[in-house]
């Protein structure tokens, strides 16, 4: 079942991230980023596979929340027009493919060469009891400095944003 679920999960990861950017459905740059956030949980879906479960839910909250609602606000900020739909070249797209295939080709190449993953075994940590107490001990000033940046951060997009009322 597990191998099934793996097959599912990386082909529905493929599908949606090639319709993030090739989109032949709508134009619209919400369309992708709804398409984005169906990568991210499809990805998070492999994570649970891999018994990481504390990246999965850092995958589905950090990304798939914060930063899918941060992408949103921004397309809605820039009110983006529907753009005209561009003709693709042949040859372009010819050379793109070939380009594409040959990369693919080297790195599956290089891969199964190296003998990566073959013999390994998998640890099963998924505990964050080791990172919370690296964070809230050796690491505090970092993650503190972090936290204020992006509060004043955010104040200084909420001020930037506003609309004179005049």
């Known amino acids: 079942m597990e191998a099934y679920l793996f097959y599912i999960f990386a082909a529905l990861t493929l599908v949606c991230a090639l319709l ?3 989109n032949p ?16 949980g499809s990805l998070a ?9 504390f990246l999965a839910a850092v995958q589905i909250l950090v990304y798939a929340g914060a930063v899918m609602v941060l992408f949103l606000f921004v397309i809605m900020l820039l009110n983006l027009k529907e753009e ?3 003709k693709l070249r042949t040859a ?3 050379l793109a493919l070939v380009a594409v295939g040959a990369i693919a080709a080297m790195i599956l190449k290089t891969v199964e060469k190296s ?9 099963l940590e998924g505990g964050t009891a080791d990172l919370g107490k690296l964070l809230f001990t050796q690491y505090l000033l970092p993650f503190e400095v972090v936290s204020v940046l992006l509060l004043v951060a955010m104040v200084g997009v909420v001020l930037l944003s506003k609309k004179d009322l005049k």
């Open 20 to 22: 993030v950017v090739a």
């Open 25 to 40: 459905f709508s134009r619209s740059p919400v369309t992708s980023a709804m398409f984005l956030v169906l990568t991210i």
């Open 45 to 53: 879906g492999l994570f649970v596979l891999l018994h990481a479960f």
């Open 84 to 86: 005209e739909r561009r």
């Open 92 to 94: 372009a797209v010819a």
């Open 115 to 123: 003998g990566v993953g073959f013999g390994l075994k998998p640890k």
